[in-house]
């Protein structure tokens, strides 16, 4: 996922700059940025204090 991100932004910014400014093309890439936050945040299950058998569980109650 990394370099996939990494080509993308690396191939578009320059013809995005062209099109909108430097400003706007950062602001851009941090409104992609905080919904990819918002997202894990909001599907990503807390694992604080379980033990690796919990989390296993939990995992097989949602597939089941």
Not at 17 to 28: D, P, Q, R, Y
Not at 46 to 57: A, C, G, W
Request: overall charge positive; charged content about 15%.
């Amino acid at each position: 996922v990394l370099w996939l991100t990494v080509s993308l932004v690396t191939a578009t910014f320059l013809s995005l700059i062209k099109l909108l400014t430097a400003s706007g093309v950062f602001l851009g890439y941090a409104a992609v940025c905080a919904a990819s936050f918002i997202y894990i945040y909001r599907t990503l299950r807390e694992t604080k204090s379980r033990t690796l058998e919990e989390i296993e569980l939990s995992w097989m109650k949602k597939g089941a």
